[in-house]
T-cell receptor, first 112, second 113 residues
Framework: AQKVTQAQTEISVVEKEDVTLDCVYE???????LFWYKQPPSGELVFLIR??????QNEISGRYSWNFQKSTSSFNFTITASQVVDSAVYFC?????????FGKGTRLSVIA | EPEVTQTPSHQVTQMGQEVILRCVPI?????FYWYRQILGQKVEFLVS????????KSEIFDDQFSVERPDGSNFTLKIRSTKLEDSAMYFC???????????FGPGTRLLVL
């Protein structure tokens, strides 16, 4: 069965601090995809990134970076120099031969 | 940029009433989904739809639920007789091909009284 674990329920940081959101997954599929979605207070789900299981290259997009390590089944998300607008719930999700399975989310609060 | 739209944004209904949640997926997408999120909890898969039929459904998607693609653009979720525990945010999603990213609509917040 597919499973996504986000052990951090809530994180609070002061603006400009760096923060890493952890995601650990379980799957028996040999090919799978990992995702991060952002859910701001308004409630919508905003797609951030998709990663294929065969591509372990880390990715950077502006202040966001992702570290995918198959050896530890982790797909962690780092926000550099956090801003108040980053405050949201962040979901990690997994898809193999099944629909998306979401983690429980990490609520990030960035304090000015 | 194309996006998934959902109507209504909010719906309040009485227990036992039928509700229909509507979605317009991205126009050239072929795979459609409904998910729900009970307040403060994770997003859960309900059903997937492809080629005019249900391709997969979860345990949550019981006989009270149905989906339909009545025309070339809309994708609906019907709850026949709502229960208090159906109160949640319902998200529609679509994607172009099998191993592509799902894009989510803004959600419909359903409150059953």
């Amino acid at each position: 069965a597919q499973k996504v674990t986000q052990a951090q329920t809530e994180i609070s940081v002061v603006e400009k601090e760096d923060v890493t959101l952890d995601c650990v997954y379980e799957t028996r599929d040999t090919t799978y995809y990992l995702f991060w979605y952002k859910q701001p207070p308004s409630g919508e789900l905003v797609f951030l990134i998709r990663r294929n299981s065969f591509d372990e290259q880390n990715e950077i997009s502006g202040r966001y970076s992702w570290n995918f390590q198959k050896s530890t089944s982790s797909f962690n998300f780092t926000i550099t120099a956090s801003q108040v607008v980053d405050s949201a719930v962040y979901f990690c999700a997994l898809s193999g031969n099944t629909p998306l399975v979401f983690g429980k989310g990490t609520r990030l609060s960035v304090i000015a | 940029e194309p996006e998934v739209t959902q109507t209504p944004s909010h719906q309040v209904t009485q227990m036992g009433q039928e509700v229909i949640l509507r979605c317009v997926p991205i126009s050239n997408h072929l795979y459609f989904y409904w998910y729900r999120q009970i307040l403060g909890q994770k997003v859960e898969f309900l059903v997937s739809f492809y080629n005019n039929e249900i391709s997969e459904k979860s345990e949550i998607f019981d006989d009270q639920f149905s989906v339909e693609r009545p025309d070339g653009s809309n994708f609906t979720l019907k709850i026949r007789s709502t229960k208090l525990e159906d109160s949640a945010m319902y998200f529609c999603a679509s994607k172009l091909r099998e191993r592509e990213t799902q894009y989510f609509g803004p959600g419909t917040r359903l409150l059953v009284l």
